[in-house]
C-alpha cells in the first residue's frame, strides 16, 4: 500500500512536472512571438515616421530653393540689396522665418538677411552640410546654438551658367518649425520621441525640453546606421530601450525612447508571473494529481481571460473568410474600428465594405493567394464603415485552407487612413503652387511631357504687366492678393481638359491640348489679356494692369522644353518690343506672340 502511494505521488509529481515544463516552454514560445510581433510594429512605425520626417526636411529644401527663384542676390559681402531681398524671402517663407544667409563656395558668411543672432560660422555642426551639398544639390547642418536660440541650417547651391557661385542658407528655429509641430503631435505617456543630428543633438521633440539636448551615449554611437535597430541601455537607474532609425535625407535619425517596463508590457509581466506559478506548482507537487488538475484549469481559465482581453481591444481587425471571399469569423475590433455589431458581417462578403474601385484588386489578389497553398498578400484599399465612411486599410492575408483549425484565408488589416492623407498632402503640396494653389512648373512639365506624346498642345505664356509697381506701391501682401486674384480670372477661362500653373513670380503658363487651330489659341489669349485688363479692387485700391501673352503651337511628338521656350520667347519679343502696335501678332518661328 505504502509503495502504491508513493507511486501515486510520483506518478503526480512526474505529472506536474511535466505540465509544468511544457506550460513554461508554451508560455516562453507565446512571449517570443509576441515580442517579435511588438518589435516588427515598432519597426514599421518608426521606419514609417522616419519616412515621413525625410519627406518634411526635403520639402524645406525645395521651399528654400522655391524662394532663391523669386530673388537676386548678387553674393557681394555685406551687400544692402542682396540683405533686403534675403529679409524679404525669410518674411515669406514657412520654415526659414529666422533667417537666411549668403556664404562663399568656401562657406564664408556674405550677407546675412538679420544682424545678430547667427550661430557661429566655425561651428562644427555645419560640416555635415557642406559636406552633402557637395553631392546632392542641398546640405543640411546639425543643430546649432545662436543665442539662447537653436537653430538648424539648410544650404542649396547659387548656380549662374551651369555651375555654383555660392550658397543660400536657411535658418530654422528647430522649435517653431513644421518637423517640430509634427514631433509634438507623437507625444506619449510612455515613451518621447526626437529627431537628432549625426552628431546625437536633438533637433525636434514630442517634448519641448528636449530639444538642444544630447541623446544618451549608446543611442549616439548607433546613429550611423541606415536600418531601424534596437539599442538598450540604462538611464538614471532605469533599463531602457531605443529604436533608432537612420538614413534620413538630412542624416539624421528618428529616436524613440522608453522604458524596458513599458515597452515589455503587461504580457511580458504576467508571463513571469505565469512561470513562477508554475514553478511553485512544482515545489508542492506532493499535494496530488487532483490539485494539479485543479490550479491547471485555473491557470488555463486565467490565460483565456487575458488573451480575449488583449483580442477584444486590438486596434487591427482580424477576419477569416471562405475560397468566395464570404466572412466566417470577424473580430471584436470590427465594431469598434469600421461601427458594426459584433459578428453582423458573418455569412456576407467582403467585397460588400470593400470601394468599388478597389474591388478587382482584391478580387484578383484573393484569387492568386487561393493558388498559392502558402502564399502571403500584402494590398491597401479603401474599406466603408457602418456610417457609410471609406477608410484606408493595410491588409495582410494568408492562405490558410490547408489548416484544419481555420480552413480559410486570414486577413489582418489596419487602419492607415491618417498617414495615407498625409503623403497625399505632402504629394500635393510638392506639386501645387503654395500661393494660389495652381500647379506649379513641375506639375506643368510633367503635363505638357505626357500631353505632346499623344497629341498637340497649344502652349500660352503669361507674363503680367505692371505688377512689379504695385509691389512697390502697396506692398508683398497687397501683390499676393493680386496673384490670387489673377488666378482666379485666369481659372474661369480655362476648360476642363486645360491646365494652368504658376511658374514663377509673375508668370503662368496655360496648355490647351489638342488645339491646333490658330484662330482657338488666338480667341483665348485675347480673352486672358481682356480679364487681366480688368480692375482688380484690393484693400481698397483699384488696381490696373495689362498682361502678355506669348503663343506656340507644339505639334505632337513635340519637345516640351523647346515648346516653354517657343512659348516664353514668343513673349518676351511683344513685351520687350515697343514697335509692335496693340493688338497684332509677330510671328517667330511657329510661335507667335500677342499684347
Not at 125 to 141: H, M, N, R, V
Request: charged share 20%; net charge neutral; hydrophobic share 40%.
Amino acid at each position: 500500500m505504502r509503495l502504491r502511494n508513493w507511486i501515486a505521488v510520483l506518478v503526480s509529481v512526474l505529472l506536474l512536472a511535466g505540465a509544468g515544463v511544457v506550460g513554461i516552454l508554451v508560455n516562453r514560445s507565446t512571449v517570443k512571438a509576441v515580442e517579435t510581433v511588438h518589435q516588427n510594429d515598432t519597426t514599421a512605425l518608426g521606419t514609417n515616421n522616419g519616412t515621413l520626417t525625410g519627406q518634411l526636411q526635403k520639402n524645406s529644401a525645395r521651399e528654400l530653393a522655391l524662394l532663391l527663384g523669386q530673388i537676386a542676390v548678387r553674393l557681394a559681402a555685406d551687400d544692402a540689396k542682396d540683405r533686403t531681398s534675403l529679409a524679404v524671402a525669410a518674411k515669406k517663407s514657412t520654415t526659414f522665418q529666422y533667417g537666411m544667409i549668403t556664404t562663399d563656395l568656401d562657406g564664408n558668411f556674405l550677407t546675412a538677411s538679420r544682424t545678430g543672432g547667427l550661430p557661429a560660422q566655425n561651428d562644427a555642426a555645419w560640416e555635415p552640410l557642406w559636406k552633402q551639398i557637395k553631392t546632392e544639390k542641398f546640405g543640411f547642418s546639425g543643430v546649432m546654438n545662436a543665442g539662447d536660440t537653436y537653430v538648424a541650417a539648410v544650404g542649396i547651391p547659387v548656380s549662374v551658367g551651369g555651375g555654383p557661385v555660392g550658397y543660400l542658407i536657411g535658418l530654422n528655429e528647430v522649435g517653431q518649425t513644421p518637423l517640430q509641430n509634427y514631433i509634438r503631435e507623437l507625444r506619449g505617456t510612455t515613451h518621447k520621441t526626437m529627431i537628432v543630428d549625426t552628431a546625437g543633438r536633438v533637433g525636434a521633440a514630442s517634448d519641448d525640453t528636449l530639444i538642444g539636448e544630447v541623446v544618451h551615449p549608446a543611442i549616439k554611437a548607433r546613429l550611423d546606421r541606415g536600418e531601424a535597430q534596437f539599442v538598450e541601455y540604462t538611464e538614471n537607474g532605469r533599463d531602457m530601450i531605443a529604436v533608432v532609425v537612420g538614413g534620413l535625407t538630412s542624416d539624421w535619425s528618428y529616436v524613440r525612447t522608453q522604458t524596458q517596463a513599458s515597452f515589455d508590457g503587461a504580457v511580458y509581466s504576467r508571463s513571469q508571473t505565469l512561470n513562477l506559478t508554475l514553478l511553485a506548482m512544482l515545489a508542492i507537487g506532493v499535494v496530488g494529481i487532483t490539485l494539479l488538475g485543479y490550479r491547471t484549469q485555473i491557470q488555463r481559465r486565467r490565460a483565456d481571460e487575458r488573451f480575449q482581453a488583449l483580442f477584444q481591444h486590438a486596434p487591427d481587425l482580424v477576419s477569416v473568410l471562405d475560397g468566395t471571399g464570404r466572412i466566417v469569423f470577424s473580430s471584436p475590433s470590427t465594431t469598434s474600428v469600421l461601427g458594426f455589431a459584433a459578428g453582423s458581417r458573418t455569412g456576407h462578403s467582403v467585397f460588400e465594405v470593400v470601394h468599388p474601385e478597389d474591388q478587382q484588386q482584391m478580387r484578383e489578389g484573393l484569387t492568386a493567394l487561393l493558388a498559392d497553398a502558402s502564399g502571403v498578400l500584402r494590398l491597401q484599399c479603401r474599406v466603408r464603415t457602418a456610417g457609410g465612411e471609406y477608410r484606408w486599410f493595410d491588409f495582410t492575408a494568408s492562405n490558410q485552407m490547408q489548416n484544419p483549425a481555420l480552413s480559410g484565408v486570414v486577413i489582418n488589416a489596419r487602419d492607415i487612413s491618417e498617414n495615407r492623407a498625409f503623403q497625399e498632402r505632402l504629394e500635393h503640396e510638392a506639386q501645387h503652387d503654395p500661393l494660389t494653389g495652381l500647379p506649379n512648373r513641375r506639375r506643368m512639365q510633367d503635363k505638357l511631357h505626357s500631353s505632346l506624346r499623344a497629341d498637340a498642345v497649344a502652349v500660352l505664356f503669361v507674363d503680367l504687366d505692371g505688377f512689379k509697381p504695385v509691389n512697390d506701391a502697396h506692398g508683398h501682401e497687397v501683390g499676393d492678393e493680386l496673384l490670387r486674384q489673377v488666378a482666379d480670372r485666369l481659372s474661369a477661362c480655362v476648360r476642363s481638359s486645360d491646365v494652368l500653373s504658376r511658374v514663377g513670380g509673375d508668370e503662368f503658363v496655360m496648355l490647351m491640348p489638342g488645339v491646333v487651330d490658330p484662330g482657338d489659341v488666338d480667341a483665348m489669349s485675347n480673352r486672358l489679356r481682356y480679364v487681366l485688363g480688368l480692375p482688380f479692387r484690393i484693400d481698397g485700391h483699384e488696381i490696373q494692369i495689362g498682361a502678355s501673352v506669348g503663343v506656340h503651337l507644339a505639334p505632337a511628338a513635340g519637345d516640351p522644353d523647346e515648346a516653354l521656350r517657343a512659348a516664353d520667347h514668343a513673349m518676351y519679343e511683344i513685351k520687350h518690343s515697343r514697335r509692335v502696335p496693340a493688338g497684332t501678332v509677330t510671328r517667330v518661328g511657329r510661335h507667335r506672340a500677342s499684347d
